[in-house]
């Protein structure tokens, strides 16, 4: 026997082993073709880094800018470096346009205020283009025209691509030195909130014309200062997991909203459990003492009623009239309203269940036990009732995994149970797939637990028949 035992434990020990390998095999097959699906290292040159670094900023400006081919940079040495990019050492000649801005800033805003005023007393709409053309532009020309030439070293990273393709990495840093403080003057325009006007202090906050007129003058939208992506698919993917993941649950600590949920939703199913088991087991035996020796038939009757009703209308509707009908205008919270609507839901489906347990045990041991001196009750109590419990023991865990599920229409009258909580971080992140996937995890994770547990017990009132 003992030798049996071993085999079998062998052989499954051998399963796993099989299956960890074939799991490990596909693992390597897919790592290996995504990585066969990158383009193969290549060098880049000093006039083809040149020509890339040349058409790239030429591309730079948003509008016909002042600064529109105002910055010369030459690539001087390249350095290959770790992670399929490019030093590129170049030396660059440009104007000072954070200076200019910063020194004709008064003047550049009071004539733009006073262009403003102008169009305001001639009924016209003032537009940010119109800003930029007639007063904007000529301004910051004539003073660019007469700007500080600086001259420095600064090292520009190119990176290839998947597809072999190169491309510059232009940071806000980058663009800022080899255009002359462009991104500083961009940023002291918007900032600004207030100027002074015929010895008068204006506030332009809500005035996003006049800031937008003159930031278009040397305005450098058209390029991502992010890093290029140089990754695998396989790779994106997981950043893209991972990212998603702390943006769903770690940042903001929304994860608590789905722990503050499971608890909820576990306290509403273990009141609800508890009201179903008391009522389920009361109408079970109103109805089989009936069906016996026909007593209790008014009581009878309530329970059919009662069973028919539960057991023909949708837990969502029934949970909306408790609470909205009944409980609500008497000033009954949302949360007894669910645990009460769940366990008459609940008790219902449990009477049928211990109804049929009851029924299913033989006739024989109800004769036994009045034979032995026993009452109707006890011989219930000691008899009929423990042999129906472990006939009905499967049914009775399956009832309270469908009431754990069914718990979850409870956020439709507002209570943060787990449904709620996942819906929550939605609503936050705008993500759809994580927030929902997780609810549904959860569950499964509970139910399976709740299901190993009734299997331990089975066990044990199995081995109590033995």
């Known amino acids: 026997m003992k030798d049996i035992k071993k085999n079998k434990s062998g052989a499954a020990w051998l399963k796993y082993l099989i299956f960890a390998m074939v799991i490990v095999v596909v693992l390597v097959a897919v790592i290996a073709i995504d990585r066969a699906s990158i383009a193969q290292e290549r060098e880049l040159g000093l006039s083809e880094a040149q020509e890339l670094i040349d058409n790239t900023l030429d591309s730079l400006p948003k509008v016909a800018t002042i600064i529109s081919g105002g910055a010369n940079v030459e690539v001087k040495a390249i350095e290959k470096g770790n992670n399929r990019e490019f030093i590129l050492s170049c030396t660059y000649e440009t104007k000072n346009i954070g200076k200019i801005i910063e020194e004709n800033k008064t003047r550049l805003f009071e004539e733009v205020y006073s262009y403003y005023l ?25 003073a660019y025209a007469s700007a500080e030439i600086i001259r420095g070293e600064l090292d520009i990273y190119a990176y290839q691509l998947n597809d072999g393709a190169m491309t510059l990495y232009l940071s806000d840093e980058t663009v800022n030195t080899v255009y002359g403080g462009v991104i500083d003057a961009l940023r002291l325009v918007n900032s600004t909130t207030e100027i002074v006007y015929n010895n008068e202090i204006i506030n332009i906050e809500k005035l996003n014309t006049l800031r937008t007129g003159i930031s278009d003058c040397f305005d450098l939208t058209n390029y991502d200062p992010s890093l290029p992506n140089t990754g695998t698919k396989l790779m994106n993917w997981w950043a893209d997991t991972t990212d998603e993941f702390y943006r769903n649950f770690i940042a903001k600590d929304n994860w608590k909203h789905l722990a503050k949920g499971l608890l909820t939703t576990l306290e509403i199913t273990f009141f609800a459990l508890l009201i179903g088991i008391v009522i389920g087991f009361l109408v079970a035996i109103i109805r089989v003492t009936y069906a016996k020796n026909g007593k209790m038939k008014i009581a009878n009757a309530i329970c059919q009623t009662y069973v028919a009703i539960i057991r023909g209308t949708p837990v969502m509707v029934q949970l909306l009239i408790i609470y909205f009908v009944m409980l609500l205008p ?104 994580m927030p929902l996937i997780a609810v549904a995890l959860i569950y499964l994770v509970v139910v399976l637990g709740l299901t190993y547990l009734v299997s331990l017990l089975e066990k044990r009132l199995q081995k109590g028949d033995r």
């Open 118 to 142: 102008e169009r305001e007393s001639n009924g016209s709409k003032t537009s940010g283009t119109n800003v930029r053309t007639k007063v904007a532009s000529p301004i910051i020309k004539e």
């Open 330 to 433: 008497i000033g009954v919270e949302k949360f007894p309203a669910a645990v009460l609507c769940f366990g008459l839901n609940s008790g219902a489906y449990v009477s049928e269940i211990v109804r049929g347990g009851i029924m299913s045990v033989d006739g024989g041991q109800t004769e036994a036990g009045r034979s032995l001196g026993f009452t109707y009750s006890q011989t219930m109590i000691h008899i009929v009732i423990p042999q129906a419990f472990k006939a009905v023991l499967p049914a009775l865990a399956n009832e309270f995994i469908t009431l754990l599920k069914e718990s979850s229409v409870a956020f439709y009258i507002g209570v943060a149970d787990l449904t709620k909580g996942g819906i929550t971080i939605r609503s936050i992140t705008y993500s759809n797939f």
